[in-house]
């Protein structure tokens, strides 16, 4: 990257400064002492080194250090100036034009080398199944998808899991909230409690009136043998019915959405399976669980959490933690290098008691990472719409419905997570650069037509004739596998910017995989689409120049493939016509 690049100029630069005797009482370089950061002023140049924090080790004014500093630097390839204690650098063309190189021969341009690879569990969504994705849901769902693409192509391994709640009390509310719907579609004079604590023990949504319906078509035999008497059917078995329909309901709409998992994991089975015991067995050996006014305590104060927390209930019913506990050493257990959940920002306090939990049965709890995000405000007509399961909402499926998967997939991954997002349904539907998908597909779109419109024919509007275009299909394949420095070197002065944020992108992807941050990709490509659209209006591509129009379309080609390649991590499509 070319800001490491000038940092090891400058690195060079000041060791043999020192050794000049240039840099008064310094004798060394310590580690992490200078940085390369964008020059506030942009007519300082394209990139700049701080070289103020060495004051301290030689004990001279800053300016004076930079101007020594400078007097080593080669500049074969740049210029560099000293304002201050900074040393500026604008680009040369030969870097510039080994961007543009780099990007037209080299397979995904972008991807950092000589990483420590990790085996990842990437966990997100993970919503009960007991009614459609609210579009809170979709965020997670777009902005899970889109980093596990982000790290898979940063180059770790990416094991994507869903986490189905399905073992607890909001089962049998499903079961009994179908019970209803089956009842009314069976002519019954019944309706769900009005007592709005009553009310919470149920789902009154109308998505339960199809499974009704559903149920009636495909039970007849069921329903027969017990005269139409729902009350003499097990909760139990209108439950698992429910929960089969949401599940493939969900699923139904992940693949639509472009989101794919490797696993669907089932609180149930940890149950099943006896994980759940085993872990509160293996708690209570080391000691870290303690039995208080009936219930079962589990020491989370011990590892920084607020308070101990009940793990089992006076009743003898496990809490939500427990499985949770059980899941999280079972992912361990697994093989994961490190766990990534992604969760609401409602579950705040979930985190100190699954990190303790993990201290507690002697794993590194510095290996799980927990994004906490903010939901989504719908805004339709200027107005918020807020969501629940217990009333009519609009689903994630509505949305997808009204302004399509590439749209609502971009718009969820716009914004940092630990900010709340406010969607605008009209702004995303629109066909304008105000819209920010539309526009960053639109500059892809431009660049296949300039690239189309390279080979096509020339019609003389008078006489009707067609002459030969300026290149063939061969010109553009031999630049883009033997990419010819000539052609561009003499011709990148208005250029320059475009091939700078092109080669942002390798910073970009570095930056955003570890921070795992989604929505600086969003950005990124927002950036070099502005810049794209820039250049296209300064700039004619297709002149009667052969070599100026290579070079051009050299820049056209790398613009195209870093875009693709952006949208790509987002699961958003890049069209070629718009």
Known sequence: MLKDYYLNEVKNAIKKAISENKLGQMTELED??????????????????????????????????????????????????????????????????????????????????????????????????????????GRWAAMGSALANLLKFYGHEVYQEFY???????????????????????????????????????????????????????????????????????????????????????????????????KFYSELTLHETGKVEECCKKLKESGKIYEKDGAVWFKSSDYGDDEDRVIIKADGLKTYLTSDIAYHKDKVDRGFDRLINIWGADHHGYVARVKASMEALGYDSSKLEILLGQLVNLIIDGNQTRMGKRKNMITLDDLIEDVGVDATRFWM????????????????????????????QYAHARACSILRNALKEKQDLQTGETSPALLNQEDLD?????????????????????????EEFKSTIIS??????????????????????????????????????????????????????????LAVTAPEKM
């Open 32 to 137: 992490g002492l200078v940085r390369t950061e964008k020059p506030k002023n942009a007519d300082f140049g394209d990139f700049a080194v701080n070289v103020s924090p060495l004051a301290r080790c030689a004990k001279i004014a800053p300016p004076m250090i930079a101007n020594s500093i400078n007097e080593f630097l080669p500049q074969e390839k740049y210029t560099s100036s000293v304002t201050g204690g900074f040393i500026n650098f604008k680009t040369g063309n030969e870097l510039l034009t080994d961007v543009i190189e780099e990007i037209l021969t080299k397979e995904n341009y972008g991807k950092p080398e000589n990483i420590k690879k990790e085996k990842i569990n990437l966990e997100y969504i993970s919503a009960n199944p007991t009614g459609p994705f609210h579009i809170g849901h």
């Open 164 to 262: 189905i709640n399905d073992a607890g009390a909001q089962i049998q509310k499903l079961g009994n909230s179908l019970r209803i719907r089956i009842k009314q579609e069976l002519g019954e004079n019944v309706d769900f409690p009005t007592d709005a604590e009553e009310r919470k023990n149920y789902y009154p949504g109308d998505y339960l009136i199809p499974v009704a319906k559903k149920f009636i078509e495909e039970k007849q035999d069921l329903l027969k043998s017990v005269e139409n008497n729902l009350d003499k059917i097990e909760t139990s078995v209108l439950s698992d019915y429910a929960k089969f329909e949401m599940e493939s309901l969900q699923q139904k709409l992940l693949n639509k959405f472009r989101v794919h998992f490797d």
């Open 413 to 440: 991954c716009m914004r940092d997570i630990n900010n709340t997002l406010d969607f605008d349904i009209e702004l995303a539907k629109k066909s304008t650069d105000e819209n920010p998908v539309f526009y960053v």
């Open 478 to 502: 031999n630049l883009k596998n033997n990419f010819d420095r000539n052609i561009i070197a003499n011709d990148v002065e208005n250029e320059k910017k475009l091939i700078l944020k092109l």
């Open 512 to 569: 955003s995989a570890e921070n795992r941050t989604v929505y600086t990709i969003c950005r990124y490509v927002q950036e070099l689409a502005a810049e794209f659209h820039s250049f296209y209006n300064a700039k004619r591509v297709i002149t009667e120049d052969k070599n100026t129009t290579l070079a051009r379309l050299a820049l056209v080609i790398a613009v195209k493939t870093v875009l693709e390649t952006g949208l790509s991590i």
